[in-house]
Nanobody, 121 residues
Framework: QVRPAESAGELVQAGGSLGLSCTAS??????????LGWFRQAPGKEREFVAA????????RYADSVKGRFIVSREVGQNTVYLQMKDLKIEDTANYVC????????????WGQGTQVTVVA
């Protein structure tokens, strides 16, 4: 899959929808981790957890700010994770990136390539 450079990214109108994909690196140790997840970081702010799906594909976790709007998915056995976003808000503007995720939603490693998402009024 083609992933745009951060300088290009995606531009979406507030209230719109957008789907993202990200390929994580699973070459390292993953035993004991939760699964694959999404994180985002806006300029001048700390990186925050967005959503994750476990290795079995049977469970998901979401940040309160995106529950009901974002859906995370993956195909079991693959290292690509997807994020379907709807009802996008200005505050969703950030660089989105995937990583192996711990049970406490912290990032473990295996970072993929980020995608800049800009939501405009």
């Amino acid at each position: 899959q083609v992933r745009p450079a951060e300088s290009a990214g995606e531009l979406v109108q507030a209230g719109g929808s957008l789907g993202l994909s990200c390929t994580a690196s699973l070459s390292g140790r993953v035993f004991g981790t939760y699964g694959l997840g999404w994180f985002r970081q806006a300029p001048g702010k700390e990186r925050e957890f967005v959503a994750a799906i476990n290795w079995e594909g049977s469970g998901t976790r979401y940040a309160d700010s995106v529950k009901g709007r974002f859906i995370v998915s993956r195909e079991v056995g693959q290292n690509t994770v997807y994020l379907q976003m709807k009802d996008l808000k200005i505050e969703d503007t950030a660089n989105y990136v995937c990583a192996i995720t711990e049970h406490d939603t912290r990032a473990y490693g295996g970072w993929g390539q980020g995608t800049q998402v800009t939501v405009v009024a």
